[in-house]
């Protein structure tokens, strides 16, 4: 079993004596530390560097700044876990700690939660083991919407007369929107039983209070500007997102699949490029891979990233929606979207769906793209391939002629 180190920052040392209790007893090789106060913290994590810092909210440093925040900008690649006892889930401190931490949990929670929640992130980390590539994209996640559908939420959620699911059928338009959405209903915090993935349903869970704060005071959603990166469309990016999504759903529902894998089929398609969004900000990156490429595709964009860097944004992207609690089948097919034989198990109908809707996508686009050996090699998949690629076809022509 791996063994993680791991800071707990809380004023109140009964919780620290309780912790340390229970870690002992059930993961007696982690190393841990504790901290009473946001400077002690900081000191410790100075010295130390634990892979994951846990910590109740409002622990503010000298300076007034939130200790989460410092560390977020002073060491982006620790994960940043809030434990509070702040009962309200819709306070506005909870909200705003969205903005730096990467998962959330409610006082009292259980041993096991607490353990597994670090697990999970912790081997998630590891997935990705260049620090280079883990400082990029563990800081403050740069995640724009496109302006035309932020301004349109916030016309939306300022109108007296919009309704919860008009504000979710925007959102759910909206790659950054949806991941962002998503990413606050799946925090243990809600304590829903199951894993929600349709943006829709996430709206409708959060209410319109939250998302009103989220809007007007937390500042969550903004509106990407004019020029981000010389050579990257963002509404290309958008309109493949979004067509992603609609075959990967269609492709799902033909393999006879149950509603919840058509959802998670729609999701992975609207966030399997994701990553590129999240490496926007980070213009030294696109140099380095964009240098060495002969062409435009996606699929010399990716082979050109993992020959510079042994990944790719779809690991990048994969890491973030995983640290941030997104269903496991999602995040696996975010990962593995342009190479699904990295996957040595059985690959779920999400991948596959993801995979094949992307590819005849970048098909249809007039890119060349590969269709995983392993998949085609599946009877029942490849005999849809014609009618699939057929689709792929009428979506790409019927939304360039809407756009035009
Ligand atoms: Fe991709
Ligand atoms: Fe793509």
């Not at 943006?199 to 939250?210: D, H, S």
């Not at 979004?242 to 089929?265: F, G, H, K, M």
């Amino acid at each position: 079993m791996k063994t993680y180190s791991i800071l707990f920052a809380d004023p109140d040392q009964k919780v620290h004596d309780g912790h340390r209790r229970m870690i002992r007893a059930l993961r007696p090789d982690w190393n841990l530390l504790f901290a009473v106060s946001a400077r002690e913290a900081m000191n410790k994590i100075t010295l130390y560097r634990p892979e994951v810092v846990v910590s109740e909210l409002n622990m503010k440093l000298e300076d007034g700044s939130d200790l989460l925040k410092a560390v977020q900008v002073a060491y982006p690649e620790v994960i940043r876990i809030v434990l509070s006892s702040e009962p309200d889930g819709e306070s506005e401190v909870i909200l705003r700690s969205t903005q730096s931490a990467h998962r959330f949990l409610a006082k009292p929670c259980k041993g096991e939660i607490l353990l597994e929640q670090i697990e999970k992130a912790g081997s998630l980390r590891r997935l990705l083991n260049s620090r280079e590539l883990l400082e990029i994209i563990s800081g403050i996640p740069y995640l724009p919407s496109l302006p035309q559908l932020y301004h349109e939420l916030v016309r939306a959620v300022e109108s007296p007369l919009i309704s919860l699911s008009e504000i979710g059928e925007i959102i759910a338009r909206d790659v950054s929107m949806t991941g962002r959405v998503l990413h606050l209903v799946n925090s243990a915090f809600f304590g829903l039983p199951r894993q929600v993935s349709n943006p829709q349903t996430a709206v409708v869970l959060l209410g319109i209070n939250v998302i009103k704060s989220l809007v007007c005071y937390v500042k969550l959603f903004f509106a990407a500007p004019d020029i981000i990166m010389p050579g990257l469309s963002l509404d290309k990016l958008w309109l493949h997102s979004s067509l992603t999504a609609r075959l990967s759903r269609e492709i799902a529902t033909n393999l006879n699949s149950p509603p919840s894998v058509q959802e998670d089929a729609f999701l992975a398609g609207m966030l399997h490029d994701v990553g590129k969004l999240l490496l926007l900000d980070h213009p030294r990156y696109f140099s380095r891979v964009l240098q060495p490429m002969s062409g435009n595709s996606e699929k010399e964009f990716s082979e050109a990233e993992y020959k510079t860097f042994g990944v790719s944004h779809a690991e990048i992207g994969a890491y973030l929606l995983g640290l941030w609690g997104l269903p496991d089948p999602v995040v696996e097919a975010v990962a593995c979207h342009h190479r699904p034989g990295q996957l040595k198990l059985e690959k779920s109908t999400v991948l596959v769906a993801t995979h094949l809707a992307n590819a005849f996508l970048c098909m249809a686009a007039g890119e060349a793209a590969v269709i995983d050996p392993g998949i085609a090699a599946e009877v029942h998949v490849k005999r849809l391939f014609d009618a699939w690629k057929k689709r792929a076809g009428v979506l790409y022509l019927e939304s360039n002629r809407e756009a035009a």
